[in-house]
């Protein structure tokens, strides 16, 4: 039984960081391709951020780029993202999910399992 179960959400002011861990258990992580989604209120779920099995990652939202760094330790079957000079527009569910698949997608169909969310809330 594959579970994916996020961490390190919560209520940060504009310009502070968090950083949020995601472990996956029940599957190979190693060689499924990670990654990160947001969802806010009233919209669409929209990717973040992935890595493959080698560390090779992609930022799928432009607004996050410079500030967001995604990252994974295969021996700890985790994954990460650090979140420097948060804005009140990062807030959202983010969602950690796994895909079989050696290529970096940002589409959300790719991707086979998924954790429940950690809520970010930015205030200003």
């Known amino acids: 039984q594959v579970q994916v179960v996020e961490s390190g959400g919560g209520l940060v002011q504009a310009g502070g960081s968090l950083r949020l861990s995601c472990t996956a258990s029940?599957?190979?992580?190693?060689?499924?391709?990670m990654g990160w989604f947001r969802q806010a209120p009233g919209k669409e779920r929209e990717g973040v951020s992935c890595?493959?099995?080698?560390?090779?990652?992609?930022y799928c939202a432009s607004s996050v780029k410079g500030r967001f760094t995604i990252s994974r330790d295969n021996a700890k079957n985790t994954l990460y993202l650090q979140m420097n000079s948060l804005k009140p527009e990062d807030t959202a569910m983010y969602y950690c999910?796994?895909?079989?698949?050696?290529?970096?997608?940002?589409?959300?169909?790719?991707?086979?399992?998924w954790g429940q969310g950690t809520q970010v809330t930015v205030s200003s």
């Open positions: 999910a796994a895909a079989r698949s050696g290529r970096l997608p940002c589409s959300r169909w790719e991707y086979t399992y």
């Open positions: 890595i493959n099995w080698s560390g090779f990652s992609e």
């Open positions: 029940g599957l190979s992580f190693g060689a499924y391709t």
